[in-house]
């Protein structure tokens, strides 16, 4: 048991925080200093199934991307333009009302609760 929480802790700390922390910055980079492009929905999914993730492809810079849909699926249709926050270089995009925040309060979270679980690996006897 001891080992197994000890293992468990750095698990959690290294792949659910810090793997996906290089990612969560660039995106908190492009909320805070994205430029608001214009994009042209050209494939909208048929969303059946209500814990599935569905996603829209759009078109921009004569390139095709994809984006997990931030609304029910009805509200998209091909040739719609979507507003989007953009940093030239990356593939990355943000609806411009979404944010990034709560994610890395959620991370922090999972990096106290690695650490716990690390420190009672250590001191069970």
């Known amino acids: 048991m001891k080992t197994f ?17 290089n990612r ?10 994205g430029q608001l492009i214009t994009a042209v929905v050209v494939d909208v999914p048929s969303c059946i ?4 993730q569905h996603f829209i492809k759009f078109r921009f810079d ?14 998209y249709k091909v040739g719609q333009t979507l507003k989007l926050k ?3 270089g990356t593939d990355l995009f943000l609806y411009v009302n979404e944010t990034k925040e709560s994610e890395f309060v959620s991370t922090g979270l ?8 690390i420190i009672m690996g250590i001191k069970k006897k």
Do not use: M, W
């Not at 004569?62 to 509200?75: E, F, L, M, T, V």
């Open 24 to 33: 969560d910055l660039r995106e908190y980079d492009t909320q805070k200093n």
């Open 5 to 21: 929480l000890i293992l468990g802790g750095i698990f959690v700390v290294i792949f659910a925080c810090l793997v996906p922390l």
């Open 62 to 75: 004569s390139k095709i991307y994809s984006k997990r849909i931030g609304a029910p699926c009805d509200q």
């Open 49 to 52: 199934g209500a814990r599935v």
């Open 110 to 117: 999972l990096v106290v609760a690695g650490i716990l679980f």
């Open 86 to 88: 953009h940093t030239p």
